[in-house]
């Protein structure tokens, strides 16, 4: 098993258990399914960085289920 895989399993155990996927729901909703744009660029540059740790953990857990 290499790193990505490794990585992937432990996201997968992490955000599979039923606390864990409320958790995940919660970032999903709160940060994915949002728009980043703000009229002030700072604000829209650290909304975006919120949406891109759980773009990650998708990314990192749909990955793990393809393979």
Same mark, same amino acid.
């Given at each position: 098993?290499?790193?990505?895989?490794? @990585?992937?399993?432990?996201? @997968?155990?992490?955000?599979?258990?039923?606390?864990?996927?409320?958790? $995940?729901?919660?970032?999903?909703?709160? $940060?994915?399914?949002?728009?980043?744009?703000?009229?002030?660029? $700072?604000?829209?540059?650290?909304?975006?960085?919120?949406?891109?740790?759980?773009?990650? @953990?998708?990314?990192?857990?749909?990955?793990?289920?393809? @393979?």
């Amino acid at each position: 098993m290499d790193k990505f895989e490794q @990585l992937s399993d432990d996201y @997968l155990a992490t955000f599979t258990t039923a606390e864990g996927k409320r958790v $995940y729901d919660d970032l999903k909703a709160a $940060y994915y399914h949002r728009s980043s744009f703000d009229n002030d660029p $700072y604000k829209t540059a650290f909304h975006e960085g919120q949406r891109s740790v759980i773009i990650r @953990l998708i990314n990192l857990m749909t990955k793990k289920e393809q @393979l």
